[in-house]
């Protein structure tokens, strides 16, 4: 098992540098490292880190994790941030209740009720 990945399921937090905050998943990770860091990011989960698991979830590209966590969003009512996960996770089932949401605002923006 790679150091760097092993000192990072022994530390609390993940350090900011290693996390990447773009869109895609990191390509150069192993599958072995995937899988670790995944772990890493389901225990920050479930100990309430929501933050610090979609950051590994989204450098990893694991789409559960991501569904997981836009659920939470959707559930603090933040549904824009929310959707951009959803989309990293190519969950169109759970995208179309916000886009219908979203026109339904628009629509009574334009009519000016």
Not at 9 to 37: H, M, N
């Amino acid at each position: 098992m790679n150091k760097e990945v092993q000192s990072l399921l022994e530390e609390k937090e993940i350090p900011e540098g290693f996390i990447k905050v773009t869109d895609r998943p990191v390509s150069s990770l192993s599958s072995e490292q995937k899988a670790i860091l995944n772990r890493k990011g389901n225990i920050l989960f479930n100990e309430g880190n929501i933050e610090a698991a979609r950051r590994i979830y989204i450098t990893t590209g694991y789409s559960d994790g991501l569904t997981r966590v836009a659920d939470k969003y959707v559930e603090q009512k933040q549904e824009i941030k929310a959707l951009k996960l959803y989309l990293l996770a190519h969950n169109e089932r759970k995208t179309e209740p916000i886009y219908d949401k979203i026109a339904k605002s628009i629509s009574i923006l334009i009519q000016g009720d």
